[in-house]
Nanobody, 125 residues
């Protein structure tokens, strides 16, 4: 099992930036990738971004493409999500996830087995 711990959330004005971190421990990086999801109040948890184990390939939800950047530092067992030009609709709890054995698609919640506790991001207008 992989333990994931997110940090870096907070309150920011629209147009501002935040950088989230996800530190892994336990059986880290035996999984091929990491992803970020988010869940707003009253809504389903949705895909945000995905990065392969080497960091060479990244994918983004259409709603964040061009504003968010995912990266990783394997030496520190850490994945980052740099968020820029934040909008009120980005307000959510952001979760880091590690793929499970039933991985099928990078943007499907069911592909992920291990999750962090989440970090709150609030964007004021």
């Amino acid at each position: 099992q992989v333990q994931l711990a997110e940090s870096g959330g907070g309150l920011v004005q629209a147009g501002g930036s935040l950088k989230l971190s996800c530190v892994g421990s336990g059986r880290t990086f035996s999984s091929p990738a990491r992803a970020w999801f988010r869940q707003a109040p009253g809504k389903e948890r949705e895909f945000v971004s995905f990065i392969t184990s080497t960091g060479r390939s990244t994918y983004y939800a259409a709603s964040v493409k061009g504003r968010f950047t995912i990266s990783r530092d394997n030496a520190k067992d850490t994945v980052y999500l740099q968020m820029s030009n934040l909008k009120p609709e980005d307000t959510a709890v952001y979760y880091c996830a590690s793929p499970g054995r039933s991985f099928s698609s990078y943007d499907e919640r069911s592909s992920y087995e291990d999750w962090g506790q989440g970090t709150q991001v609030t964007v004021s207008s």
